[in-house]
């Protein structure tokens, strides 16, 4: 075997928390995890601020420290943690055959999936620059920093109607700005959004353009109908506009939703590839948490233990 071949007991491809979760329990399991971190190491919480709900931090923590701290105590583990993507995957046969960096093969084992999902952004500048500095993709994570102020958030899904109620709770005002003339929310969504008292919605609507320097200090939106626009002031703005689960190299081997979340067997982390396990935001579009993709990465280490020991693999 040349240096461009490598043979590894359990393979984690994706860096998030549960990418390090199962590294963490996989080290401890002797099962010589090789983390592949991917395009963005440490995942989505690198680009939030405080996490405030993660258990165990009472005084919170930065996302990216957060994420910094689940991997020192992984390496401390023995997991070796590498920078690079797998690039493509051949699950035939095993051992399992997964291309890192376009370059070197690895044979692997047993695979864990911990790719995650990428929030999906409206692509305006104002966007890109307010990131972090009062645009956000989640409001579970960030409408605390908001209590008793105006916000808004774009998106007519469900998950826009979920954060939309959530953050009433919170915030003074919310406004839903809707690009068509419906949702596309279940009923009972959209007449929870319709009957709460401050959230106003703005039908027709884009965003022009997020306001402020430094911080957000407004919106503006336009009438797709008319082409009149009209100045919102605010300090938040969230984006509810769907995810995208990062499974495309998965797509002719995992089964998978029309979406492109993966699937796995109630009640655990198989896929329909025995020997291949999935966590995280890759398979959860329910939850989304650092904590609930935490715990799944703990069971697709040890759904991987199990599994390779009763297969004789270890
Ligand atoms: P969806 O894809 O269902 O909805 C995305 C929304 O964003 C649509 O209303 C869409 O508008 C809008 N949108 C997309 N791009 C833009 C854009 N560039 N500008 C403005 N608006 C835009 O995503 P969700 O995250 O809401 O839901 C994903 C899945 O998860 C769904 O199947 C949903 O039912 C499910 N879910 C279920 C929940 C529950 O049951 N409690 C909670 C959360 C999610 P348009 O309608 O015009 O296309």
Redesign the pocket.
């Known amino acids: 075997m040349n240096s461009s071949e490598e043979n590894v007991e359990c393979l984690i491809i994706g860096s998030g928390p549960a990418g390090f979760t199962a590294a963490i329990y996989a080290a401890r399991a002797d099962m010589k995890p090789v983390m592949y971190e991917g395009m963005q190491p440490g995942g989505q919480l690198t680009i939030t601020t405080d996490v405030e709900n993660y258990p165990g931090y009472p005084d919170g923590i930065m996302g990216p420290e957060m994420m910094d701290n689940f991997k020192k105590q992984a390496v401390r583990l023995g997991a070796d943690i590498r920078f690079g993507m797998i690039t493509e995957v051949d699950f035939s046969s095993r051992p399992f055959k997964c291309i890192a960096d376009g370059m070197k093969t690895i044979h692997a084992k047993a695979v864990i999936i911990a790719t995650g999902a990428s929030a999906?952004w409206?692509?305006i500048p104002s966007e890109k620059r307010l990131n972090g500095s009062g645009v956000s993709a989640c409001a579970v994570c960030d409408g605390f920093f908001y209590r008793g102020q105006d916000v808004a958030i774009?998106?007519?899904?469900?998950?826009?109607?979920?954060e939309a109620s959530y953050l009433a709770k919170l915030c003074n005002k919310v406004h839903m700005?809707?690009?068509?003339d419906?949702?596309?929310?279940?009923k009972a969504?959209q007449h929870r959004v319709e009957n709460t008292p401050n959230i106003e919605i703005h039908f027709n609507s884009?965003?022009d353009e997020i306001l402020g320097d430094n911080l957000v200090e407004g919106v503006r939106i336009k009438n797709v109908v008319d082409g009149s626009t009209k100045e919102i002031k605010l300090t938040g703005f969230f984006v509810?506009?769907?995810?995208t689960p990062n499974t495309a190299i998965f797509k002719n081997w995992l089964d998978m939703d029309e979406?492109g979340y993966l699937i796995t067997k109630p009640d655990s982390t198989y896929t329909n590839i025995e020997g291949v396990f999935a966590c995280g935001d890759a398979q959860d579009?329910?939850y989304r948490q650092a904590v609930t993709a935490a715990g799944s990465g703990c069971m697709a280490a040890l759904d991987a233990e199990r599994w390779l020991a009763a297969n004789h693999h270890a």
């Open positions: 999906k409206l692509g774009v998106g007519a899904g469900d998950t826009a109607c979920e700005i809707v690009r068509r419906t949702f596309r929310a279940s969504m884009e965003t509810a506009i769907g995810h979406q579009k329910i």
